[in-house]
């Protein structure tokens, strides 16, 4: 687990957001599927109780659309909208992928030593570069650096102006099975965009070089292969839809939190020009707290495709090396 830091002038993974989140869901309960720490082979279930909703935060704003938020396209959808707090668009939907994410993790480590990790490579206009994966539990940004206080500084600044900003994700997951997707309509990296973009607040995915891949010469992106393993990783772990043994390299785009203090324009439920203000407990900066919802919907896809091949391909011999795993061994 995260170390809980003292700093909280924003309801981020500090020690403030900690005791607004257990708050928020409550306690996790654990039905009769695990007994002496194990699963009995019965489904697994677990219930998050939102024990500490403030529908009264929403008061001012029930007849109107926050600008950014899912409001409208509920409404038109289905005809009607819980305006409290974004039904079923809130981001407290994200706790479930989390603990699915946890079981997924726990049997890709057991049964293939897979290793899951995430930082944050980017909150608003400032990059954060990487200096070491053991930084990354020690902060409330997930980021790989040693010193955070420029980051804390600008969240601070930005919560005090009534804005929000967006951040960049990176995750990736090493000790990857080769062989891992299918071909056509459930390739590995497309189910892995397909995953990421259904967290709340994703708006851009890349793999391996991603857009970078657009200046790129063939000489230079495709990965070079020797006895050894791959020269570079490029394709992000995958090519043809099919893992390659090398680390699944991801990132994510998070759009800026829309429920802001910033009056901004929109319009009423009779179509009226209005202003919108939204008030309460809202972060300045939602991708803050992406960091182990992307690792999370990341193990779930590899699960996924991990259990298909097993029951697919099980049998399947070759005699060409894998490259990848002969290397982690040496």
């Known amino acids: 687990m995260p170390t809980v830091k003292p700093f909280s002038p924003y309801p981020g993974t500090s020690g403030e957001q900690s005791r607004l989140l257990v708050a928020a869901i409550g306690s996790t309960e654990l039905p009769r599927w695990c007994r002496h720490r194990a699963a009995t082979g019965t489904p697994i279930c677990l219930l998050i109780k939102n024990t500490d909703q403030r529908s009264k935060d929403y008061g001012n704003i029930l007849r109107s659309f926050r600008p950014g938020h899912a409001d409208y396209t509920y409404l038109h959808k289905y005809g009607l909208r819980d305006p409290r707090g974004g039904g079923r668009a809130s981001a407290r939907l994200t706790a479930p992928m989390v603990a699915a994410g946890a079981v997924a993790k726990k049997w890709l480590a057991e049964k293939y030593g897979t290793v899951f990790r995430g930082c944050m490579t980017q909150i608003g206009d400032m990059p954060i570069g990487f200096e070491s994966w053991a930084h990354v539990p020690n902060n409330p940004f997930f980021a790989p650096v040693a010193d955070v206080q420029a980051f804390e500084d ?105 429920s802001i203090l910033r009056p901004r324009e929109s319009i009423d439920l009779a179509g009226n020009p209005v202003e919108v203000s939204t008030k309460g407990r809202h972060d300045p900066c939602v991708g803050i707290r992406a960091t182990p919802i992307a690792e999370a919907m990341l193990a779930l896809v590899v699960m996924e495709h991990a259990l298909r091949q097993r029951a697919q391909c099980g049998d399947v011999v070759v005699a060409t090396p894998d490259v990848e795993l002969l290397h982690r061994q040496v």
């Open 154 to 258: 600008y969240m601070d600044a930005l919560r005090k102006s009534g804005d929000s900003c967006g951040a960049r994700i990176r995750v990736m997951a090493s000790n990857v099975p080769v062989g891992l997707g299918e071909p056509l309509f459930d390739k590995m990296d497309a189910d892995i965009a397909w995953a990421m973009m259904g967290i709340n607040a994703v708006k851009g995915v890349e793999i391996g070089a991603g857009f970078g891949s657009v200046t790129q010469r063939g000489s230079t992106h495709g990965d070079s292969l020797s006895p050894q393993g791959f020269k570079s990783n490029n394709a992000g772990g995958v090519l043809g839809g099919i893992s390659t043994g090398q680390d699944l390299e991801v990132s994510i785009a998070i759009k800026p939190t829309s």
